[in-house]
């Protein structure tokens, strides 16, 4: 069962939520994964309380329903993990110039939908989405699917990335749209030590 400081190991480079959500899973830029932090419910809701979806209460309260309903949380992880495909799907083909498959935008319609429907509007300055009174064991997923039709709708698609180093998608947001790590103290520090590393070879060589 994974906890707060399992998730935490995972570092929030996707520079939106629904990014950071396709995030959970780790590997090689190519390829199928090789890790996954998400393998039950729990872990959902964990993931979902460090990236400030879920307040403590709202976590806890999640927690019980866990134990209280195991069929609804289990169905609800599986939904998740089935939203967190094709949205990997959908980011990965923008990442790499390609338009996603209209019936994948479809899904994600249909979940729009679905999470707007047990939403309100809150003024916080201005009005936005809130989730506050949804006690459904689907609440950790909505806020996810949201941040994906906004990135769609109003981000600048050509910022959306593949980290060269790993798996992991970002939303590049450097003023000459150069950055090419997930993070520079990650697969960005690695990539200039393969690099020192080579270059010492190559002096030595000659």
Known sequence: METLGDVTRLRRVGGNLA?????TRTGPPVGAPDGDVLTAYPGLVAWARYADVLTEA?????RRLARDDPSGTRVAFERSLHVRDYLDEIFRRLAAGRDPDPTVLARLRDDEADAL??????RAGVYAWSWRDDRTPARPLRPVVHAAVQLLTSGALDRIKGCEGCRFLFHDESKNRSRRWCSMDDCGTAEKMRRYVAARRTRAAR
């Open 19 to 23: 990014l950071d959500f396709v995030n």
């Open 117 to 122: 429907g047990h939403a309100q509007l809150d």
């Open 58 to 62: 709202e976590a806890a309260a999640l």
